[in-house]
């Protein structure tokens, strides 16, 4: 069985900074791209961050220069360190790996459950 598990988020003040982790279980062999999307009340999923296998990163526009994704692809884990944080920023952060393989199947997309970020003074 595979998951992915969210960890890190919660109540941050503007300005702040929180660093949010999801890690993969069961048996993987490889993972090709791994990203964070956000969901706000009312509005629609949207992709924050993503990065590739090899390390190749993007970013929404409106957290280039605050946020940043990384990946260590042995413990198949993803981090996404948020900081300056804005009352904008306030969301659900799910987890998504795409391409994840393992011994019997290949799963093109695995989501977790996400983690609530509120920013708020």
């Known amino acids: 069985q595979v998951q992915l598990v969210e960890s890190g988020g919660g109540l941050v003040q503007p300005g702040g900074n929180l660093r949010l982790s999801c890690a993969a279980s069961?048996?993987?062999?490889?993972?090709?791209?791994m990203n964070w999307y956000r969901q706000a009340p009312g509005k629609q999923r949207e992709l924050v961050a993503g990065i590739t296998s090899g390390g190749r990163t993007n970013y929404a526009d409106s957290v280039k220069g605050r946020f940043t994704i990384s990946r260590d692809n042995g413990k198949n884990t993803v981090h996404l360190q948020m900081n300056n944080l804005k009352p904008e920023d306030t969301a659900v952060y799910y987890c998504?790996?795409?391409?994840?393989?393992?011994?019997?199947?290949?799963?093109?997309?695995?989501w977790g459950q996400g983690t609530q970020v509120t920013v708020s003074s």
């Open positions: 069961g048996i993987i062999f490889s993972i090709n791209a």
């Open positions: 998504n790996a795409v391409g994840l393989r393992t011994t019997a199947f290949t799963f093109n997309d695995v």
